[in-house]
């Protein structure tokens, strides 16, 4: 018979916090606020990662046309979390001609075949480079949204499991807050 969880249990939490938290990726904002848990892409990963959705995109029979190839370039590069017209504008500052609708048409193609990941947003739709399960982080001063890995205490997914009669699969959090020193 599952209990539910008390007050106690969640404190209990606290002081035996395990959480794995790890942000994959910079934050678009000038002043990250936290720089010891962010880890940079490093170039080489990023083109291994690059390589991996060209991939992905050829095994789903989608074609790897130049538009195509630099809507990818462009979520990979900035790890970010982009609206159609974002890329669209980095697009044509860095020279590069493709139309506003081409842009949101791959990056509409890419999502639906599981290429990238989209978040909807009350702004909009936004895009970033990964499907895998994880969570994000948004900076309530900038709107800018992170990737990051965080694994909950395996004792708290048994608890949940138990609570709701799912087996927990994968999840997702979503959090919100602001860079400490921007409170200091
Ligand atoms: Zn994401």
Redesign the pocket.
């Known amino acids: 018979m599952a209990t539910p969880p008390s007050s106690e249990d969640c404190g209990g939490l606290d002081s035996d916090l395990d959480w794995r938290i790890n942000v994959v990726f910079p934050l678009r904002s000038p002043a990250p606020p936290s720089p010891r848990d962010i880890t940079s892409a490093s170039p080489t990963s990023t083109i291994r990662g690059l390589e991996g959705a060209y991939r992905n995109c050829r095994s789903r029979g989608l074609r790897l046309s130049r538009q195509r190839r630099l809507v990818l370039e462009i979520l990979w590069r900035t790890g970010g979390?982009l609206s159609a017209r974002d890329i669209f504008e980095q697009l044509n500052a860095d020279g590069r001609r493709i139309g506003h609708t081409s842009v949101y048409q791959n990056l509409e193609s890419l999502h639906e075949n599981g290429v990238i990941?989209c978040l909807d947003r009350a702004g909009g739709r936004l895009y970033?480079h990964?499907t895998d399960p994880?969570s994000?982080l948004t900076c309530l001063e900038s709107g800018a949204i992170s990737?990051i890995d965080i694994q909950l205490p395996p004792e708290l997914l048994r608890e949940i499991e138990r609570a709701t009669g799912f087996e927990i699969e994968s999840y997702s959090l979503q959090l919100q807050g602001r860079p400490r020193s921007a409170l200091a």
């Open positions: 979390h990941e970033g990964r994880h994000h990737d």
